[in-house]
C-alpha cells in the first residue's frame, strides 16, 4: 500500500513538473499574426462605411433635422470603403465634403474619391494601417469586434471638426469627436 502511495505522489509530481514546465505563449502574440491565421483571417474582405458619427448633431444638408450620424447629412460618405488583403496590405476609397464659395454663397459639395494603400497589422483586437499620403506617413487604428458574428471595424478621430449649418443657412466649423464604422 506505501508503494502505491508513494508512486501516486511521484506520478502527480512528475505530472505537475511536466505541465509547469511547458512554456505558455501570450494572448498578443498569437493575435499578432505570429501564428494564428484563423483571427486574421476573420478581419480580411471589404468593409463599408456605415456609420460617420459624431459627438455633436449638425444640420449639414440644411433641412432643419440635426443628426449625429453625417451619413443622414451628406451622401459623399457613401461607399466609402476598406479593403483589408491576405497579403497585410490594405486599400481604402474615401469620399469627402469640401465647401465652395461664390460671391453671394457657400454650398457643399462631395469630394473626388481618394484612394490610399499600405500595410496593416493585427495585435488583439486591434488593426492598425500605416500608410503614406502626400508624402507624409500615417498611422490609423481601428477596433476589431470580434464578439460577434458581424465583423465590424471602428475608428475613433479626436479632436475633429465638423461642418454645419445653422439656422440662417450659414456654414460653420463645429469641434467635436468623430467615430467611423466599417462593416464588412
Known sequence: MNKLKLASKLFFALTFITLSSCSVEPVDS???GNGNTYLESRILG???????????????????????????????????????????????TTKGI?????????SVECKDDLSVSGT?????????????????AFIKEYFFDFTTNQ????????????????????????P????LVYKL
Open 176 to 179: 467635436s469627436s468623430v467615430e
Open 46 to 92: 471589404t468593409y463599408i462605411l456605415t456609420e460617420y458619427n459624431t459627438s455633436d448633431q449638425t444640420n449639414l444638408n440644411g433641412d432643419l433635422i440635426v443628426s449625429s450620424n453625417q451619413m443622414h447629412e451628406a451622401s459623399c460618405f457613401n461607399n466609402n470603403t476598406l479593403k483589408i488583403n491576405a497579403t497585410h496590405t490594405f486599400s481604402f
Open 151 to 174: 465583423r465590424t471595424l471602428t475608428s475613433e478621430i479626436s479632436p475633429a471638426a465638423i461642418l454645419s449649418v445653422d439656422a440662417n443657412g450659414i456654414l460653420q466649423s463645429i
Open 30 to 32: 498569437v493575435l499578432n
Open 98 to 106: 469640401d465647401v465652395t464659395q461664390s460671391v453671394t454663397q457657400q
Open 120 to 136: 496593416w497589422v493585427l495585435s488583439g483586437d486591434v488593426l492598425t494601417l500605416s500608410y503614406t499620403f502626400q508624402g507624409v
